[in-house]
């Protein structure tokens, strides 16, 4: 299977799914004009990959910003990573990263961590 690699723009988040290591890293801005269409690869990848995902799936999300279009996408990215973690059995842990003075940031990945039900790790990063 195919990895996915994405370069950061002023817009978009950086994106690496890498299927041989359970790897999964969203980093950057991600204000796309048209949010669907840019994390629907992502979705449909992580489908795909539910089905020989082994060991444990290491989810990296360290975003300074996202608008609300984005913010229903990185939901459904969760989604498949929930369905992964409860129905095959694999590993699945989510970490979020944001700044210590981002309280934004910080209280959109309680949000996220209190709808889902799967480890989800809050990591500061000190300025």
Known sequence: MDSINIEGTP??????????TGQIEIKGRSIPENSIEFYKPLVDWLDKYADIAQGVVNVVIQLEYFNTSSSK???????????MHNKNKTEVVINWYYEEDDEDMLEAGEDYQSILKIPFKMVEIAE
């Open 11 to 20: 817009k978009t988040p950086e994106v690496s799914f890498d299927a041989k």
């Open 73 to 83: 996408c990185i939901l459904d990215v969760f989604k498949k990573l929930e369905n």
